[in-house]
Structure formats: C-alpha cells, structure tokens
C-alpha cells in the first residue's frame, strides 16, 4: 500500500517568514496530492491539492509544487501571519475508482508575531 | 450548504464496553469514510463507502469494527468491545465523486476516550 512521510514534525517560524513542508510517497500511481490544515480541536480542512499533471499550484500566499519522478511534493506558505500556525497534513491517493488517501503524521507549524 | 454532520462529539466509555458513531454526509454526496485520528498523528481510512457499498475496509479491525450505510446516506461506526487503544478522535468525510472534484469535506469529529 501507500506510504507517505512529511518532515518536519514541527516547524516554528517568525511572522512574515517563509515555511516549506515536505512528504515522499511510495506508489507511483498515487495521482492527486491534497494539503490540509487543522487548527487545534478542529477538522482538517484542504486548503490546496495538486494532480500529478501539473508539477506546481499557486492560490495566494500558499504553493505546492510535485517531483513526480522523485515522488515528493512540498507545500510553500509565503509571508506566514500568526493564524496560519495549524497542523498540516498531506496525503496522497489515486482518483478515479478506489480513492483510498493514505496522509502524512502531519506537521505542527507555529508561527511567532 | 451544510457540512457533515457527526454525533456524539464527545465520548469516554471503559474498556470491554460497546460505542456507535453516527454520521451524515453533505446532502447529495456518494462517497463517505471513516477516519481514526490518534493524537499526533495523520487520519488513518478505515472504511470508504461508494453509497450503500464498501468501496475498502483493509485497515477496519473486523473483529471489533463495523460500520454500515444501509440506505446510502447516514452511516454508523460501531466498536465491540472497546480497547484502550481505541482512544482516537473518530472522522467522517463524505465526497462527491460525481465529477472529477475529489475534495473530501470533514465532519467535526467524536472524540472518544475509552478507560
């Protein structure tokens, strides 16, 4: 089965610096990546995904970029503000069929004003 | 729209005894799963429904897990009996699937805590 790793487990940062999150996965037929965020006691929430036909997506201050040949992905959140700190998950799955994610442990991002 | 809808929020049970899980997807939406979320750690899918089917139950613990979607909407998780391990905030997500969107949209979960 699907095998994803994200790194780092906790990011800390200050206001207004960049944060780069990363995540391997093992099945080369794994084609749609989502990036979601869970603020403490709340569901997760996609805020961006990328299919494997493109290799980046932008929306704002937030961009994921995909190396399929490597087989990883990154999210890329520019000119971080204090209510980005979240947890992010990525995940990895195939459409079409069986959509069967399999997601990342998940990184604690604090953002310091 | 509404979202997803999940009951109870909040559940502490003991060791051996029994707990369901209910969930309504968003109106409309084919696919639903159950996710368990451990502290720490990512969602882990445990069953996926395409309306009143199992789609995958792989990583469900059959020997203690059920679910069921008998009339392709609502859907109930059931563990019998519980573990300590167990504790887990319990997710249910529905999706469309009808197009080639594949955003899955989140309940807010039940919290269960087992003694």
Request: charged share 20%.
């Given at each position: ?72 992905f ?31 442990r ?6 310091h004003? | ?22 969930c ?14 451990i ?40 563990i ?36």
């Amino acid at each position: 089965g699907e095998n994803v790793e994200q790194h780092p487990s906790t990011l800390s940062v200050q206001e207004g610096d960049s944060a780069v999150i990363k995540c391997t996965y093992s099945d080369s037929a794994s084609n749609y990546f989502p990036w979601y965020k869970q603020e403490l006691g709340k569901r997760p929430q996609l805020i961006i995904d990328i299919r494997s036909n493109v290799g980046e997506k932008k929306d704002q201050r937030i961009a994921v970029t995909l190396n399929k040949t490597a087989k990883h992905f990154s999210l890329h959140i520019t000119e971080t503000q204090p209510e980005d700190s979240a947890v992010y998950f990525c995940a990895a799955s195939r459409t079409g069929g069986s959509y069967i994610p399999t997601f990342g442990r998940g990184t604690s991002l604090i953002v310091h004003p | 729209e509404a979202g997803v809808a999940q009951s109870p929020r909040y559940k502490i049970i003991e060791k051996r005894q029994s707990v369901a899980f209910w969930c309504n997807p968003i109106s409309g939406h084919a696919t639903l799963y159950w996710y368990q979320q451990i502290l720490g750690q990512g969602p882990k899918l445990l069953i996926q429904f395409q309306n009143n089917g199992v789609v995958d139950d792989s990583q469900l613990p059959k020997d203690r897990f059920s679910a069921e979607r008998l009339k392709g909407v609502d859907s109930t998780l059931k563990i019998q009996p519980a573990k300590l391990e167990d504790s887990a905030v319990y997710l249910c997500a529905s999706s469309s699937r009808t197009t080639s969107e594949d955003e899955q949209f989140f309940g807010p979960g039940t919290r269960l805590t087992v003694l």
